[in-house]
Protein backbone atom coordinates (compact mmCIF):
# COMPACT_ATOMS: atom_id res chain seq x y z
CA UNK A 1 0.00 0.00 0.00
CA UNK A 2 1.48 3.79 -0.85
CA UNK A 3 2.42 5.86 1.96
CA UNK A 4 -0.07 8.29 2.41
CA UNK A 5 1.73 12.15 3.38
CA UNK A 6 -1.26 13.76 4.72
CA UNK A 7 0.08 17.66 5.81
CA UNK A 8 -1.46 20.46 5.09
CA UNK A 9 0.31 23.18 3.45
CA UNK A 10 -0.20 26.56 2.52
CA UNK A 11 1.87 28.68 -0.47
CA UNK A 12 0.50 31.58 -1.53
CA UNK A 13 -3.53 31.00 -1.24
CA UNK A 14 -3.43 27.29 -3.01
CA UNK A 15 -4.08 24.59 -0.18
CA UNK A 16 -3.13 21.10 -1.00
CA UNK A 17 -5.01 18.19 0.98
CA UNK A 18 -3.13 15.12 0.03
CA UNK A 19 0.34 14.89 -1.92
CA UNK A 20 1.57 11.21 -3.37
CA UNK A 21 5.02 10.31 -4.75
CA UNK A 22 5.90 10.15 -8.11
CA UNK A 23 4.44 7.53 -9.59
CA UNK A 24 2.36 6.25 -7.13
CA UNK A 25 -1.78 5.37 -8.10
CA UNK A 26 -4.73 5.31 -5.92
CA UNK A 27 -6.66 2.67 -5.39
CA UNK A 28 -10.22 1.96 -4.70
CA UNK A 29 -11.62 0.05 -2.12
CA UNK A 30 -12.44 -3.70 -3.54
CA UNK A 31 -15.67 -4.92 -4.15
CA UNK A 32 -17.09 -7.89 -5.07
CA UNK A 33 -19.24 -6.27 -8.36
CA UNK A 34 -16.70 -5.97 -11.45
CA UNK A 35 -14.42 -2.71 -11.15
CA UNK A 36 -15.26 -0.41 -13.57
CA UNK A 37 -12.36 1.06 -15.79
CA UNK A 38 -10.60 3.67 -14.33
CA UNK A 39 -10.81 6.47 -15.99
CA UNK A 40 -7.25 8.40 -17.54
CA UNK A 41 -6.58 11.62 -15.30
CA UNK A 42 -7.29 14.62 -17.21
CA UNK A 43 -4.18 16.43 -17.34
CA UNK A 44 -4.18 19.40 -14.47
CA UNK A 45 -2.79 23.11 -15.01
CA UNK A 46 0.83 23.52 -14.00
CA UNK A 47 0.55 25.73 -10.91
CA UNK A 48 3.87 27.14 -9.70
CA UNK A 49 4.36 27.28 -6.02
CA UNK A 50 7.06 29.57 -4.98
CA UNK A 51 8.39 28.28 -1.44
CA UNK A 52 10.93 29.91 1.05
CA UNK A 53 14.28 27.93 0.47
CA UNK A 54 17.84 28.44 1.21
CA UNK A 55 19.69 30.36 -1.82
CA UNK A 56 22.31 27.62 -2.25
CA UNK A 57 23.10 26.83 -5.51
CA UNK A 58 19.47 26.24 -6.97
CA UNK A 59 18.43 23.37 -8.31
CA UNK A 60 15.24 23.23 -10.99
CA UNK A 61 13.91 19.90 -10.68
CA UNK A 62 10.28 18.97 -12.44
CA UNK A 63 7.97 16.54 -9.96
CA UNK A 64 4.80 15.49 -11.13
CA UNK A 65 2.36 15.63 -8.47
CA UNK A 66 -1.04 13.84 -8.27
CA UNK A 67 -3.90 15.25 -6.15
CA UNK A 68 -6.64 13.25 -4.93
CA UNK A 69 -9.60 14.89 -5.21
CA UNK A 70 -13.42 13.79 -5.00
CA UNK A 71 -13.70 13.36 -8.38
CA UNK A 72 -10.35 12.61 -10.10
CA UNK A 73 -6.97 12.61 -9.25
CA UNK A 74 -5.54 15.86 -10.54
CA UNK A 75 -1.69 15.96 -12.09
CA UNK A 76 0.19 19.07 -11.33
CA UNK A 77 3.64 20.21 -12.09
CA UNK A 78 5.61 22.04 -9.26
CA UNK A 79 9.23 23.60 -9.19
CA UNK A 80 11.19 22.69 -6.27
CA UNK A 81 12.88 26.12 -6.74
CA UNK A 82 10.61 28.88 -6.94
CA UNK A 83 11.02 31.60 -9.31
CA UNK A 84 10.10 35.54 -8.46
CA UNK A 85 9.93 38.12 -10.96
CA UNK A 86 12.75 40.81 -9.96
CA UNK A 87 11.56 44.05 -11.16
CA UNK A 88 14.06 46.09 -9.16
CA UNK A 89 17.00 45.10 -11.71
CA UNK A 90 15.21 46.93 -14.28
CA UNK A 91 14.56 49.98 -12.46
CA UNK A 92 17.77 50.93 -11.33
CA UNK A 93 19.25 50.13 -15.13
CA UNK A 94 16.62 52.78 -15.98
CA UNK A 95 18.06 55.28 -13.34
CA UNK A 96 21.83 54.27 -14.53
CA UNK A 97 20.79 55.32 -17.69
CA UNK A 98 18.87 58.13 -17.17
CA UNK A 99 21.83 59.56 -15.09
CA UNK A 100 24.51 59.01 -17.55
CA UNK A 101 22.17 60.72 -20.12
CA UNK A 102 21.87 63.50 -17.33
CA UNK A 103 25.29 63.37 -17.00
CA UNK A 104 26.40 63.51 -20.86
CA UNK A 105 24.25 66.64 -21.41
CA UNK A 106 25.10 68.53 -18.62
CA UNK A 107 29.31 67.91 -19.88
CA UNK A 108 28.13 68.74 -23.66
CA UNK A 109 26.56 72.30 -22.28
CA UNK A 110 28.90 72.97 -20.11
CA UNK A 111 31.76 72.45 -23.33
CA UNK A 112 29.75 74.61 -25.32
CA UNK A 113 29.82 77.46 -22.60
CA UNK A 114 33.23 77.35 -22.02
CA UNK A 115 34.09 77.53 -25.84
CA UNK A 116 31.64 79.93 -26.64
CA UNK A 117 32.42 82.81 -29.10
CA UNK A 118 31.20 84.45 -31.81
CA UNK A 119 32.48 84.95 -35.45
CA UNK A 120 31.04 88.83 -37.29
CA UNK A 121 31.76 89.37 -40.70
CA UNK A 122 31.92 93.04 -41.70
CA UNK A 123 31.85 94.63 -45.09
CA UNK A 124 33.41 97.94 -45.23
CA UNK A 125 31.84 101.01 -46.86
CA UNK A 126 33.50 102.17 -50.10
CA UNK A 127 32.68 105.30 -52.55
CA UNK A 128 34.38 106.49 -55.53
CA UNK A 129 35.14 110.16 -56.31
CA UNK A 130 36.41 112.01 -59.15
CA UNK A 131 38.86 114.75 -58.54
CA UNK A 132 39.43 117.51 -61.24
CA UNK A 133 42.67 119.57 -60.46
CA UNK A 134 42.01 120.25 -57.42
CA UNK A 135 44.56 122.55 -55.63
CA UNK A 136 46.49 121.39 -52.17
CA UNK A 137 49.27 123.01 -50.71
CA UNK A 138 52.32 121.20 -48.95
CA UNK A 139 55.38 122.21 -47.21
CA UNK A 140 58.30 121.54 -45.15
CA UNK A 141 58.08 123.57 -42.52
CA UNK A 142 54.60 122.43 -40.99
CA UNK A 143 53.27 125.80 -42.54
CA UNK A 144 50.71 123.70 -44.85
CA UNK A 145 48.56 120.85 -44.26
CA UNK A 146 50.69 118.59 -46.52
CA UNK A 147 54.30 117.59 -45.58
CA UNK A 148 56.98 117.01 -48.26
CA UNK A 149 60.36 116.02 -48.38
CA UNK A 150 63.34 116.78 -50.02
CA UNK A 151 64.81 114.03 -51.90
CA UNK A 152 67.98 114.87 -53.91
CA UNK A 153 69.92 111.40 -55.50
CA UNK A 154 72.77 111.65 -58.09
CA UNK A 155 74.53 109.10 -60.24
CA UNK A 156 77.10 108.33 -63.19
CA UNK A 157 77.41 105.75 -65.32
CA UNK A 158 80.38 104.95 -68.75
CA UNK A 159 79.08 104.55 -71.91
CA UNK A 160 82.00 102.95 -73.69
CA UNK A 161 82.29 104.63 -77.35
CA UNK A 162 84.94 104.18 -80.19
CA UNK A 163 85.90 107.84 -81.72
CA UNK A 164 87.38 108.47 -84.89
CA UNK A 165 87.78 111.72 -85.05
CA UNK A 166 91.17 113.59 -83.99
CA UNK A 167 92.81 117.20 -83.57
CA UNK A 168 96.33 118.23 -82.40
CA UNK A 169 95.52 120.90 -79.29
CA UNK A 170 97.14 122.81 -76.64
CA UNK A 171 94.03 123.19 -73.93
CA UNK A 172 94.24 124.44 -70.36
CA UNK A 173 91.99 122.84 -68.05
CA UNK A 174 89.27 124.62 -65.99
CA UNK A 175 87.43 124.30 -62.87
CA UNK A 176 85.68 126.03 -59.89
CA UNK A 177 86.25 127.45 -56.55
CA UNK A 178 85.10 129.09 -53.47
CA UNK A 179 87.04 131.78 -51.99
CA UNK A 180 86.76 132.67 -48.57
CA UNK A 181 87.52 135.37 -45.87
CA UNK A 182 88.08 135.03 -42.19
CA UNK A 183 90.61 138.19 -42.44
CA UNK A 184 88.34 141.01 -41.81
CA UNK A 185 84.68 141.86 -41.72
CA UNK A 186 85.10 144.47 -44.74
CA UNK A 187 85.23 142.86 -47.82
CA UNK A 188 88.24 141.70 -49.80
CA UNK A 189 88.44 141.76 -53.55
CA UNK A 190 90.54 140.38 -56.33
CA UNK A 191 91.33 140.98 -59.95
CA UNK A 192 91.06 138.87 -62.79
CA UNK A 193 93.83 136.60 -63.56
CA UNK A 194 94.74 136.53 -59.79
CA UNK A 195 96.94 134.09 -59.64
CA UNK A 196 96.68 131.14 -56.87
CA UNK A 197 98.01 127.95 -56.03
CA UNK A 198 96.81 123.76 -54.94
CA UNK A 199 98.13 122.16 -52.12
CA UNK A 200 100.78 120.54 -54.63
CA UNK A 201 101.98 123.65 -55.85
CA UNK A 202 100.29 124.06 -59.59
CA UNK A 203 99.17 127.40 -60.19
CA UNK A 204 95.82 128.55 -61.73
CA UNK A 205 94.25 132.25 -62.24
CA UNK A 206 90.41 133.42 -61.64
CA UNK A 207 88.74 133.93 -64.65
CA UNK A 208 87.42 137.32 -63.39
CA UNK A 209 87.06 139.80 -60.46
CA UNK A 210 85.22 139.36 -57.32
CA UNK A 211 84.61 140.51 -53.92
CA UNK A 212 85.52 138.42 -51.03
CA UNK A 213 82.33 139.44 -48.13
CA UNK A 214 84.18 140.11 -44.79
CA UNK A 215 82.84 137.35 -41.94
CA UNK A 216 79.89 137.78 -39.50
CA UNK A 217 80.23 135.98 -35.96
CA UNK A 218 76.92 134.14 -34.86
CA UNK A 219 76.45 133.04 -31.59
CA UNK A 220 79.72 133.62 -30.86
CA UNK A 221 81.22 131.68 -33.78
CA UNK A 222 82.98 132.97 -37.17
CA UNK A 223 81.13 132.60 -40.40
CA UNK A 224 83.67 133.17 -43.24
CA UNK A 225 81.95 135.64 -45.73
CA UNK A 226 82.49 133.13 -49.68
CA UNK A 227 81.98 133.21 -53.01
CA UNK A 228 82.80 131.09 -56.15
CA UNK A 229 84.64 131.50 -59.45
CA UNK A 230 86.18 129.88 -62.16
CA UNK A 231 89.90 129.45 -62.60
CA UNK A 232 92.40 127.84 -65.41
CA UNK A 233 94.75 126.27 -65.34
CA UNK A 234 98.40 128.04 -65.51
CA UNK A 235 99.30 125.62 -68.43
CA UNK A 236 98.33 123.34 -70.94
CA UNK A 237 97.80 119.82 -71.00
CA UNK A 238 95.73 116.84 -68.70
CA UNK A 239 98.30 117.51 -65.93
CA UNK A 240 95.96 119.92 -64.20
CA UNK A 241 92.56 117.50 -64.67
CA UNK A 242 91.36 116.17 -61.20
CA UNK A 243 90.49 117.79 -58.14
CA UNK A 244 93.11 119.43 -55.87
CA UNK A 245 91.94 120.54 -52.53
CA UNK A 246 93.28 123.79 -50.84
CA UNK A 247 94.00 127.03 -52.81
CA UNK A 248 95.76 129.97 -51.36
CA UNK A 249 96.29 133.91 -52.75
CA UNK A 250 99.81 133.86 -54.06
CA UNK A 251 99.83 137.78 -53.58
CA UNK A 252 99.18 137.08 -49.72
CA UNK A 253 101.76 134.91 -49.13
CA UNK A 254 104.17 136.44 -46.09
CA UNK A 255 100.85 138.33 -44.71
CA UNK A 256 98.39 137.19 -42.42
CA UNK A 257 95.67 137.29 -45.56
CA UNK A 258 97.49 134.39 -46.58
CA UNK A 259 95.95 131.49 -44.09
CA UNK A 260 92.82 134.04 -43.46
CA UNK A 261 91.89 133.79 -47.01
CA UNK A 262 92.06 130.74 -48.96
CA UNK A 263 90.24 128.43 -51.71
CA UNK A 264 87.92 125.46 -51.33
CA UNK A 265 87.22 123.44 -54.90
CA UNK A 266 83.66 123.35 -55.98
CA UNK A 267 83.96 121.46 -59.01
CA UNK A 268 86.53 119.30 -60.54
CA UNK A 269 89.32 120.67 -63.12
CA UNK A 270 89.18 118.80 -66.45
CA UNK A 271 89.44 119.55 -70.40
CA UNK A 272 92.86 120.15 -69.77
CA UNK A 273 95.01 117.98 -73.26
CA UNK A 274 97.94 118.65 -75.26
CA UNK A 275 98.94 117.04 -78.61
CA UNK A 276 97.22 114.69 -80.84
CA UNK A 277 93.70 113.70 -79.10
CA UNK A 278 90.62 112.60 -79.91
CA UNK A 279 87.15 113.98 -79.80
CA UNK A 280 83.48 112.84 -80.37
CA UNK A 281 81.94 113.59 -83.63
CA UNK A 282 78.23 114.81 -84.14
CA UNK A 283 76.85 111.21 -84.22
CA UNK A 284 78.79 110.46 -81.04
CA UNK A 285 77.41 113.14 -79.43
CA UNK A 286 73.60 111.67 -80.40
CA UNK A 287 74.09 108.81 -79.25
CA UNK A 288 75.39 110.08 -75.75
CA UNK A 289 72.84 112.36 -75.44
CA UNK A 290 69.97 110.09 -76.33
CA UNK A 291 71.61 107.57 -73.59
CA UNK A 292 71.31 109.69 -70.86
CA UNK A 293 67.86 110.79 -71.42
CA UNK A 294 66.39 107.36 -71.84
CA UNK A 295 68.38 104.63 -69.94
CA UNK A 296 70.40 106.49 -67.74
CA UNK A 297 67.55 108.25 -66.83
CA UNK A 298 65.26 105.16 -66.25
CA UNK A 299 68.19 103.82 -63.92
CA UNK A 300 68.39 107.00 -61.75
CA UNK A 301 64.68 107.08 -61.41
CA UNK A 302 64.80 103.21 -59.88
CA UNK A 303 67.09 104.33 -57.65
CA UNK A 304 65.36 107.17 -56.59
CA UNK A 305 62.10 104.70 -55.77
CA UNK A 306 64.58 102.06 -53.99
CA UNK A 307 65.21 105.10 -51.43
CA UNK A 308 61.54 106.44 -51.14
CA UNK A 309 60.45 105.87 -47.40
CA UNK A 310 57.46 104.15 -46.16
CA UNK A 311 54.62 106.31 -45.74
CA UNK A 312 55.76 108.71 -48.70
CA UNK A 313 54.59 109.21 -52.13
CA UNK A 314 56.66 110.14 -55.24
CA UNK A 315 55.04 111.51 -58.49
CA UNK A 316 56.60 111.18 -61.69
CA UNK A 317 56.01 114.68 -62.19
CA UNK A 318 56.89 115.84 -59.04
CA UNK A 319 60.65 116.04 -59.87
CA UNK A 320 63.32 118.26 -61.69
CA UNK A 321 65.58 115.45 -64.40
CA UNK A 322 69.52 117.61 -65.02
CA UNK A 323 72.36 115.28 -66.37
CA UNK A 324 76.16 115.76 -68.03
CA UNK A 325 77.53 114.70 -69.93
CA UNK A 326 81.44 114.84 -71.59
CA UNK A 327 80.79 115.28 -74.93
CA UNK A 328 82.80 117.52 -75.14
CA UNK A 329 86.38 115.87 -73.27
CA UNK A 330 89.43 115.08 -75.66
CA UNK A 331 90.48 111.63 -74.67
CA UNK A 332 94.09 110.36 -75.47
CA UNK A 333 92.95 107.48 -77.87
CA UNK A 334 89.99 106.05 -80.14
CA UNK A 335 88.60 103.83 -77.22
CA UNK A 336 86.58 106.20 -74.67
CA UNK A 337 84.56 105.41 -71.69
CA UNK A 338 82.22 108.42 -72.00
CA UNK A 339 80.99 109.19 -68.28
CA UNK A 340 77.60 110.64 -67.93
CA UNK A 341 76.15 112.13 -64.81
CA UNK A 342 73.46 113.14 -63.54
CA UNK A 343 70.88 114.01 -60.37
CA UNK A 344 66.96 114.14 -59.74
CA UNK A 345 65.59 116.47 -57.11
CA UNK A 346 62.31 115.20 -56.24
CA UNK A 347 59.24 116.15 -53.44
CA UNK A 348 57.91 113.51 -51.80
CA UNK A 349 54.57 114.05 -50.33
CA UNK A 350 53.30 112.36 -46.59
CA UNK A 351 50.93 109.95 -47.93
CA UNK A 352 48.74 110.07 -44.73
CA UNK A 353 48.91 114.23 -44.94
CA UNK A 354 47.63 113.84 -48.80
CA UNK A 355 44.66 111.39 -47.78
CA UNK A 356 42.88 113.45 -44.78
CA UNK A 357 43.90 116.32 -47.13
CA UNK A 358 41.76 115.25 -50.08
CA UNK A 359 38.94 113.47 -47.94
CA UNK A 360 38.11 116.87 -45.89
CA UNK A 361 38.06 118.33 -49.82
CA UNK A 362 35.55 116.13 -50.70
CA UNK A 363 33.91 115.77 -47.35
CA UNK A 364 34.20 119.08 -46.07
CA UNK A 365 31.68 118.32 -42.96
CA UNK A 366 32.27 114.93 -42.10
CA UNK A 367 32.55 114.01 -38.43
CA UNK A 368 35.44 113.12 -36.64
CA UNK A 369 35.00 109.50 -35.81
CA UNK A 370 34.35 108.63 -39.64
CA UNK A 371 37.44 111.09 -40.51
CA UNK A 372 39.53 108.77 -38.75
CA UNK A 373 38.11 105.63 -40.56
CA UNK A 374 38.37 106.62 -44.13
CA UNK A 375 41.30 106.12 -46.22
CA UNK A 376 42.79 106.38 -50.03
CA UNK A 377 44.72 103.17 -51.46
CA UNK A 378 45.04 104.01 -54.92
CA UNK A 379 46.36 107.65 -54.49
CA UNK A 380 49.25 106.54 -56.31
CA UNK A 381 47.37 106.37 -59.44
CA UNK A 382 46.17 110.01 -59.51
CA UNK A 383 47.96 113.19 -62.19
CA UNK A 384 49.68 115.05 -60.12
CA UNK A 385 51.31 118.52 -61.69
CA UNK A 386 52.92 121.12 -60.10
CA UNK A 387 50.74 124.81 -60.09
CA UNK A 388 54.16 126.32 -61.83
CA UNK A 389 55.03 124.28 -64.75
CA UNK A 390 58.36 125.74 -64.34
CA UNK A 391 58.76 125.06 -60.10
CA UNK A 392 62.37 124.51 -59.55
CA UNK A 393 63.29 121.68 -56.54
CA UNK A 394 66.11 122.33 -54.69
CA UNK A 395 67.51 122.36 -50.64
CA UNK A 396 65.90 126.36 -50.64
CA UNK A 397 62.13 125.20 -51.34
CA UNK A 398 59.77 125.06 -48.21
CA UNK A 399 56.20 125.13 -50.06
CA UNK A 400 55.08 123.88 -53.03
CA UNK A 401 51.45 124.19 -54.92
CA UNK A 402 50.20 121.18 -57.40
CA UNK A 403 47.20 119.97 -58.74
CA UNK A 404 45.36 116.69 -58.87
CA UNK A 405 43.40 115.12 -60.76
CA UNK A 406 41.97 111.59 -61.28
CA UNK A 407 39.86 108.96 -60.08
CA UNK A 408 40.15 107.42 -56.07
CA UNK A 409 38.05 105.09 -54.17
CA UNK A 410 36.97 105.66 -50.74
CA UNK A 411 37.71 102.98 -48.34
CA UNK A 412 35.98 103.11 -44.65
CA UNK A 413 37.98 100.68 -42.17
CA UNK A 414 35.89 100.77 -38.71
CA UNK A 415 38.02 100.12 -35.50
CA UNK A 416 37.58 96.65 -34.78
CA UNK A 417 39.35 96.64 -31.50
CA UNK A 418 36.57 99.19 -30.06
CA UNK A 419 33.87 97.72 -32.28
CA UNK A 420 34.92 94.16 -30.30
CA UNK A 421 34.07 95.79 -26.91
CA UNK A 422 30.68 97.63 -28.09
CA UNK A 423 29.36 94.22 -28.79
CA UNK A 424 30.58 92.27 -25.60
CA UNK A 425 28.37 90.75 -23.82
CA UNK A 426 24.95 92.17 -26.04
CA UNK A 427 22.23 90.46 -27.31
CA UNK A 428 22.72 89.16 -30.24
CA UNK A 429 19.12 91.04 -31.51
CA UNK A 430 21.31 94.26 -30.46
CA UNK A 431 23.93 93.76 -33.26
CA UNK A 432 21.76 95.64 -36.12
CA UNK A 433 21.07 98.40 -34.22
CA UNK A 434 25.18 98.98 -33.30
CA UNK A 435 26.50 97.91 -36.72
CA UNK A 436 23.91 100.68 -38.31
CA UNK A 437 25.55 103.42 -35.77
CA UNK A 438 29.01 102.73 -37.48
CA UNK A 439 28.98 104.46 -40.59
CA UNK A 440 31.62 102.65 -41.83
CA UNK A 441 29.50 99.57 -41.77
CA UNK A 442 27.85 98.39 -45.08
CA UNK A 443 26.72 94.93 -44.32
CA UNK A 444 27.45 92.52 -41.34
CA UNK A 445 26.93 89.45 -40.45
CA UNK A 446 27.41 87.24 -36.84
CA UNK A 447 27.30 83.39 -35.83
CA UNK A 448 27.32 82.59 -32.18
CA UNK A 449 28.61 79.13 -31.00
CA UNK A 450 26.85 77.63 -29.35
CA UNK A 451 23.81 77.85 -31.45
CA UNK A 452 20.95 78.09 -28.51
CA UNK A 453 23.17 81.37 -27.44
CA UNK A 454 21.80 84.55 -27.44
CA UNK A 455 23.97 86.76 -26.45
CA UNK A 456 27.35 87.27 -28.07
CA UNK A 457 30.64 86.20 -25.35
CA UNK A 458 31.15 89.08 -22.73
CA UNK A 459 35.12 88.06 -23.21
CA UNK A 460 35.18 90.44 -26.27
CA UNK A 461 38.70 87.79 -27.15
CA UNK A 462 36.25 85.33 -27.89
CA UNK A 463 34.60 87.62 -30.83
CA UNK A 464 36.58 87.29 -33.79
CA UNK A 465 35.80 90.16 -36.39
CA UNK A 466 36.43 89.88 -40.34
CA UNK A 467 36.75 92.93 -42.22
CA UNK A 468 35.75 92.34 -46.00
Given at each position: ??????????????????????????????????PKPEPKPEPVEQVKVSMDIKKEEPVKRETKVYINTSERVQEQKLYSTPQVKRKEGWVRKRFLILLLVSIFITGVYALCERFQNANITIVAKHQSYNLDKIAFNASNDGSAPIAFELMIVSNEEYKDVTLTQSQDVSIKAKGEITL?????????????????????????????????PGYKTVDGKVVPGQVSVGITAFLAGDTYNGS????????????????KIYGKLKTPLAG??????????????????????????????KKVDAQVPPGYILYPNALNFSYDTETEKLFPDTKAKVKTS?????IILNENDLSNAIVKTLQPKISDREFKEISIPDMPKLAFNFKDAGQLINKDVKSVSFNLSG?????????????????????????????????????????????????????SSKIKINLK
Amino acid sequence: MAKKVMEDMKSKGVRITRILKEDTKVEAPKSKTKPKPEPKPEPVEQVKVSMDIKKEEPVKRETKVYINTSERVQEQKLYSTPQVKRKEGWVRKRFLILLLVSIFITGVYALCERFQNANITIVAKHQSYNLDKIAFNASNDGSAPIAFELMIVSNEEYKDVTLTQSQDVSIKAKGEITLYNENSTKAQSLAIHTFISDSTGKTYQIDKAVSIPGYKTVDGKVVPGQVSVGITAFLAGDTYNGSPTDFTINGFKGTAKFQKIYGKLKTPLAGGAQGLVYALNSDDKGSITAFAQSTFKSNLLKKVDAQVPPGYILYPNALNFSYDTETEKLFPDTKAKVKTSGTVSAIILNENDLSNAIVKTLQPKISDREFKEISIPDMPKLAFNFKDAGQLINKDVKSVSFNLSGAVNAIWTPDISQLQSSVAGVRKADLISIFKSDPGIASATAKIFPPWQSYLPEDSSKIKINLK
